[in-house]
């Protein structure tokens, strides 16, 4: 993970000062991409704790279209709280993007079922696209998408009589580069497996672009605490069986393996 705490640590020295809607302040850069191959480890932060049940059970909420926080909660994530009303709706985030996708005729597009059904029909098209940047329902949503658009690529085996290799880009809007990042890298690389075994492949590159990559200034302190400490080897993602689509996985399907970290470290979300 040093192209992430080479990011944390570049936007440290040289972020420009900035006002936010929340009106904690930044650091902010703009315009950053970093790629990790999947094969050399599972890309989860190891200079401090990262809270892996709660991202893939994020994920798996995602997965089926989800906007309610309850389920989270009854999980123990408690991720969005912040930003649920008092019955737990968010609007129209992720979830209802992904798989309920209201076209103006009055179809429902279900972009992850469609998306999974081309990579094995269509591998070399390059319409794997998905967003839930949804313009229409942006006024609606509780927070507009951060992790906003991901587009999936089939390339070439890793060795001659392989399988094909799938790789992720994801394109983030606005990242907290401490508190978001490490969370939103490991989701999509657990993303990019779940995808690759469903379709046949194996997993290849994520690739992480950020718009707005910033700190907030209230978390400057907890980013010298991470930057002064000594990473560890990256753990390996074991998934123990292969469902029969995309949208019936289990938190106990996934299991990281070797996963050395150093302690937690507390800050505060900006809302």
Not at 49 to 56: E, H, K, M, P
Not at 82 to 100: C, H, I, M, S, T
Not at 138 to 146: V, Y
């Amino acid at each position: 993970m040093n192209q992430y705490l080479d990011l944390l640590r570049d936007v440290r020295r040289h972020g420009v000062r900035k006002t936010d809607r929340t009106g904690t302040g930044t650091l902010s850069a703009f315009g950053r991409q970093l790629r990790f191959d999947l094969a050399e480890g599972f890309p989860i932060v190891t200079t401090k704790r990262v809270f892996f049940r709660g991202l893939a059970e994020e994920m798996l909420w995602f997965l089926d279209g989800e906007t309610n926080v309850r389920r989270l909660q009854e999980k123990r994530v408690r991720i969005w709280d912040e930003w649920a009303d008092e019955n737990g709706e968010l609007g129209p985030v992720y979830g209802k993007q992904w798989r309920f996708w209201e076209a103006p005729d009055g179809r429902i597009i279900d972009q992850l079922a469609e998306t999974v059904e081309r990579l094995k029909t269509n591998p070399d098209s390059r319409r794997h696209i998905i967003t839930a940047w949804n313009p229409a329902d942006i006024g609606e949503m509780a927070l507009p998408p951060c992790h906003m658009t991901f587009q999936l690529y089939v390339g070439g085996p890793r060795e001659a009589g392989g399988p094909r290799t799938l790789s992720l880009s994801l394109y983030v809007r606005s990242n907290d580069l401490f508190l978001g990042a490490p969370f939103n890298i490991a989701q999509y690389a657990l993303l990019t497996h779940m995808l690759a075994q469903q379709t046949g492949y194996v997993p290849g590159d994520l690739v992480y672009t950020v718009g707005d990559a910033h700190l907030y200034l209230n978390h400057l302190d907890q980013v010298d605490e991470q930057l002064s400490r000594t990473p560890h080897p990256l753990p390996k993602l074991t998934i123990h069986r292969t469902p029969p689509s995309l949208f019936e996985y289990r938190y106990e399907d996934f299991e990281l393996v070797n996963y050395v970290h150093e302690p937690a470290i507390k800050a505060p979300v900006a809302v």
